[in-house]
């Protein structure tokens, strides 16, 4: 196993006001370790190409699917879900929820009014590589023991990292190694991500150009990983339930969804 050599968020707001308000107990980091059946880190893109009417209807795709009935169905199936969601946008803005342990409908609500409570926190750049890395390692240091880390990343845009590693900046015939400015690699982010065996699932969203092809060939990483794409922010919601379903119960969603 190999650990990020990038964790910018590592001191990242957790909003614990929030945290408990929520039924479901939140984990400490604390305690001493948590065993739920998978993990799953929810990262949301807060960048500024999403204006806040879509912000909201991302948002609310989020509560509404924790609020559906199969979603609930599939948690209640399991022995037990961690869940964790965060918005990023910059290399250095990235504002997460504490971890929950979902095991019933109850639960479910609870993490849905978590979600309601997190305000947006910024409109900057389309970073996601650093919010990968800070994932990763938080999947990888955390107090929870699960057979399964599963990271799920929702965006409307190319990720600024990628597209300035792979312009070819000084006329050769080579892509440049990393985009010359923040320093981050995204070979190195995704490498890390397959290294340690998380998961990475994905789901675009909009009519960028190019955007749909992107997250498909470049972000599914782990055994059964997948990309979905959703035309635009009211559609976006319906997608987030069938990919919950899909993350959480890959057999029933087999059935459901192929
Ligand atoms: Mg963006």
Redesign the pocket.
């Known amino acids: 196993m190999t650990s990020p050599t990038r964790n910018p968020f590592r001191a990242a707001t957790t909003l614990t006001g929030v945290a408990l308000a929520c039924g479901a107990a939140a984990v400490s980091a604390q305690t001493t370790t948590t065993t739920a059946s998978m993990e799953l880190v929810m990262l949301v893109?807060s960048?500024?190409?999403?204006d806040n009417t879509e912000f909201a209807l991302q948002r609310q795709g989020y509560i509404d699917a924790f609020r559906d009935t199969d979603v609930q169905a599939a948690v209640a199936s399991r022995d037990g879900v961690a869940v964790r969601l965060a918005y990023w946008?910059n290399h250095n803005q990235l504002q997460a929820s504490s971890w929950y342990v979902l095991r019933d409908a109850a639960d479910c609500e609870a993490f849905s009014t978590v979600i309601e409570g997190m305000a947006r926190p910024f409109s900057s750049?389309?970073d996601m590589a650093p919010a990968l890395d800070w994932a990763v390692a938080d999947l990888t240091n955390n107090t929870i023991a699960s057979s399964r880390m599963v990271i799920d990343v929702s965006?409307?845009?190319i990720c600024?990292i990628y597209s300035a590693a792979h312009r070819d900046d000084d006329d050769d015939d080579d892509d440049d190694d990393d985009d010359g400015t923040s320093g981050y690699d995204w070979d190195q982010t995704m490498t890390s991500i397959s290294d340690n065996g998380v998961t990475l699932n994905a789901i675009s969203v909009g009519n960028t150009s190019g955007l749909e092809a992107w997250y498909a060939d470049n972000l599914p990483t782990g055994p059964g990983s997948f990309a979905m794409h959703a035309d635009d922010f009211v559609d976006f919601g319906d997608g987030i339930k069938q990919k919950l379903i899909r993350e959480i119960t890959p057999s029933v969603a087999a059935a459901l969804y192929d």
């Open positions: 893109d960048s500024g190409s999403i946008s750049g389309t965006g409307d845009g600024e």
